[in-house]
């Protein structure tokens, strides 16, 4: 679809849709929200079409189209680590000034997207279709629809005129979606004088619960598992497969693989955690409510440690997790390879001691043919805190536009950039300003079709706004 015939689009869907959900009149602070909506669609749709699916990633286009926006905008931004991160990558910077007085707050989010595969898609992935009242494509949610409605709040506060006690900054990273990615390391190594003053990273990782239209409850990101996968190597000697050979290395992974297949490391309740259930516990009726409000006791009944073990999220948060995921040997029959080897997706909860894990993990295997290493670089440990102005920002937000929803601090299962930014003294919490539901949101996961709902990218930018607002 060429951009004038989805411009269209936009325009005759978008019509009927903001005059119920948002006031076309200018509030007090002058800014024109339903304008603003339509802005921010546009700009998404814009941002989608620039294909970042990484590898390659190409995200220095993505950071020159933002740079135009910034710069027509009259906000100082920089295109940054070009040489660091390789051809066609960058990260991309940019600061709304305040008076000071306050430390600075940075809206963060990655300009890569994972890839997209059209044959399962409706519609062009990387065409930014606004279609049915979504903005449909690869990024839609994560990460360019939550970025686009970063940038539109910071375009809205600079409009307003609103004197700022903290600076408002803007952070696009290049590289996220690989495992062992670089974009946030590098720009977190090279520009500490950019962050000097950050005292918040508002970031990904968390998301809101939406039934029958009801926000249920939002969450905040606050604190992530480690990743420190181990890839498991054994040497043997080669050979044609038609002779006996006991030296083949597969004939060692094998029992290892097993015993490690069986292995459950033990169900450990940190106090992100433990609040995590509190906080939810009010969704649920009779004795599961009593249970979530003491999983500690919780757990020591069988009854309620199935029930809540048997939800695959609340598993992970409670414990460290090693799943098998690739397995290499030879690729031939008749071969008899040289070297068997297997990766190991581990996940540690923060205050886990990689080295005491690691033994915990050999005395599982104590085969010395076994040979292990460390897949990915390590990332600081992201651990709350909990008690900060910007969780009790969004608990305030979350009360007034959803009176009776709750707010849960959560804990990441799976990795953001937001441990890159913690050796800085930096506070990272991931927010998410849309109202998504399940299925929405589960798509948004690197799925298929993936899209987000016009009407939420106008509520998402009004809350980054708000937020912005209320921590000055
Ligand atoms: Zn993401």
Do not use: C
């Amino acid at each position: 679809m060429s951009d004038r015939v989805s411009r269209l689009v936009a325009v005759f869907v978008l019509a009927p849709m903001l005059s119920a959900h948002a006031q076309s009149r200018p509030t007090f602070d002058g800014l024109d929200w339903s304008a603003l909506t339509t802005e921010a669609v546009g700009l998404l749709s814009e941002y989608i079409r620039i294909n970042t699916t990484n590898p390659p990633g190409n995200e220095l286009a993505g950071a020159r189209f933002l740079k135009r926006v910034f710069d027509r905008e009259g906000i100082e931004a920089q295109i940054l680590d070009t040489t660091e991160l390789g051809v066609g990558r960058a990260n991309f910077y940019a600061r709304l000034r305040g008076r000071g007085g306050k430390r600075a707050v940075a809206l963060v989010h990655h300009i890569d997207v994972v890839p997209a595969d059209r044959r399962f898609w409706t519609v062009d992935p990387f065409a930014g279709i606004v279609q049915d009242g979504y903005v449909w494509g690869r990024g839609a949610i994560d990460f360019k629809g939550q970025g686009i409605a970063h940038l539109v709040a910071m375009l809205a506060l600079k409009r307003s005129g609103i004197a700022l006690t903290r600076d408002v900054v803007f952070i696009a990273n290049a590289d996220e979606e690989l495992l062992g990615a670089r974009g946030a390391a590098v720009f977190v190594q090279r520009h500490a004088d950019l962050l000097r003053d950050v005292e918040y990273v508002i970031n990904e990782g968390a998301w809101n619960r939406i039934e029958n239209g009801r926000l249920l409850f939002y969450s905040v990101a606050v604190a992530e598992k480690m990743n420190f996968s181990q890839r498991l190597t054994v040497r043997g000697t080669p050979g044609h497969g038609s002779r006996p050979n006991n030296d083949n290395p597969v004939l060692a992974l094998l029992p290892a693989l097993d015993s490690l297949a069986r292995f459950e490391a033990p169900l450990t309740l940190t106090p992100v955690v433990a609040r995590y259930f509190r906080e939810i516990a009010p969704m649920y009726g009779g004795e599961q409510r009593q249970w979530l409000e003491d999983v500690g006791a919780a757990l020591t009944n069988d009854r309620a440690r199935a029930w809540i073990l048997s939800d695959p999220a609340w598993h992970a948060y409670l414990r460290n997790t090693v799943q098998i995921t690739v397995l290499t040997a030879s690729d031939k029959t008749n071969l008899v390879p040289a070297e068997a080897s297997a990766e190991l997706d581990i996940r540690l909860l923060p205050g886990t001691d990689t080295a005491m894990f690691l033994a915990s993990l050999r005395r599982v295997v104590p085969d010395p043919r076994v040979k292990w290493t460390r897949i990915f670089p390590v990332k600081s440990a992201l651990d709350g805190p909990m008690e900060t102005d910007l969780f009790r920002a969004v608990e305030r937000l979350a009360r007034e536009r959803d009176p009776g929803a709750l707010v849960a601090p959560l804990l990441v299962p799976g990795g953001t950039d937001m441990p890159w930014y913690r050796p800085l003294g930096i506070i990272a919490h991931g927010v998410d300003p849309f109202r998504l539901e399940r299925s929405e949101q589960q798509r948004g996961l690197h799925g298929n079709d993936e899209r987000v709902p016009v009407t939420s990218i106008g509520s998402g930018v009004r809350f980054v706004y708000d937020l912005l607002r209320s921590l000055q």
